[in-house]
Nanobody, 118 residues
Framework: QVQLVESGGGLVQPGGFLRLSCVTS????????MGWYRQTPGKQREYVAR???????NYADSVKGRFTVSRDNAKNTVYLEMSSLKFEDTAVYYC????????????WGQGTQVTVSS
């Protein structure tokens, strides 16, 4: 079973920058699309961004132009660069396959907390 380990979160002021990493215990080179998701207390996990195995990216409207997703298959790592952070970006961030299909998705990792606060 592949394990996901997200890291890079923290406390940042509005307008700040963070780079998140998601390291998988297995190869992601055969996974067509990897995604980033986020969740705040009391709300459902929501889609943030995805990246194909050949580098094509897609973003939720709420982060478009501010976030950049990338992947390094050789390092089994997916990245999320977040700039111009807003209060509403505060959440726990997770990575997983995209789309989320219950029979094929990975077990969720612990996520990494991003807090945007002044």
């Amino acid at each position: 079973q592949v394990q996901l380990v997200e890291s890079g979160g923290g406390l940042v002021q509005p307008g700040g920058f963070l780079r998140l990493s998601c390291v998988t215990s297995g190869s992601i080179s055969s996974i067509p699309v990897m995604g980033w998701y986020r969740q705040t207390p009391g709300k459902q996990r929501e889609y943030v961004a995805r990246i194909t195995d050949f580098g094509s990216a897609n973003y939720a409207d709420s982060v478009k132009g501010r976030f950049t997703v990338s992947r390094d298959n050789a390092k089994n790592t997916v990245y999320l660069e977040m700039s111009s952070l807003k209060f509403e970006d505060t959440a726990v961030y997770y990575c997983n396959k995209w789309p989320l299909i219950s029979s094929t998705m990975f077990a969720w990792g612990q996520g990494t907390q991003v807090t945007v606060s002044s």
